[in-house]
């Protein structure tokens, strides 16, 4: 193994001082970053022969894992790219950056492609994507309830200190959306939930702060009218319908109560239009 290190050391023009991989990492960890953007397809390889070296349990796993990610990705190889990126969500030091890009290609996989829009997830499917980089795949699901004919959407949220969550959902469709309709619940405790809209500009748009309540359904109706700029509430511009390309579901649960822990929002018949 020491010798495939070496032949992808030099097939890349790398002198091979450094004595175990982890030292040969760390010393051209730069030059393999930037390969991804200058060739990918060589960097492949390096990334390879240092990853057959290390053990499994090694700190530099994650790292290496997510730069071979986003190689395989820019080559179009995207399965194996998820795989690694997969992977790399679970390492701490780089897990942030392999869920956001993870969340973003999702995202971009997902559109709203025409209005009006309706899902009420009877079918398994959603379209609404974990937001990053908290959240991990898994945290959405599609599931029966006992008071719920048919299925909802499922989003499990550990509620803590000062910390937001969110899932979101790409608009590309031509027609402006007006309205948003969705039907709530909440699972262990009252949830507070924000609808904002993102434009192709990345400005934000809020409703109000909404009361989600556990113990019974609550039909949201709201008017694309009525959003407020996030970051100046107080303004009076209004967002153009047309430019609207992300809505996003807010949990602040935890800067409106004091409720902490485990929780799961419960979200059915999504209506856009």
Known sequence: MRAALLAAA???????RADSPEEWAALYNGRLVDAVDRDPAQAIPVYDAVLAYLDADDPLRGELL????????????????????MEAAEDARVGPEARSFLGQLELSERPVERLPFAEDFDDGSRSFVRGWPVGRRDDLSVVRLADRKGQVLAWRRMVREAEADRILLAVTAPDPPEHVRLTVRSDAFDARLRVLVEDSEGRRW?????????D???????SLAGFVPAEAPASRARPDGAAIRRIEIRDVTAFHTADRGA???FIDDVDIR
């Not at 995207?78 to 690694?84: F, L, N, P």
């Not at 809020?206 to 556990?214: E, I, K, N, Q, S």
Request: net charge positive; glycine share 6%; no cysteine.
């Open 10 to 16: 030099a097939a890349w023009g790398l002198s091979a």
């Open 216 to 222: 019974d359904w609550l039909r949201v109706d709201l």
């Open 263 to 265: 929780n799961r929002l």
């Open 66 to 85: 997510y730069w071979r990610g986003r190689a395989r990705f820019d080559l179009g190889r995207r399965d194996a790219a998820v795989e690694d990126l």
């Open 206 to 214: 809020t409703a109000p702060v909404l009361r989600v309540p556990a």
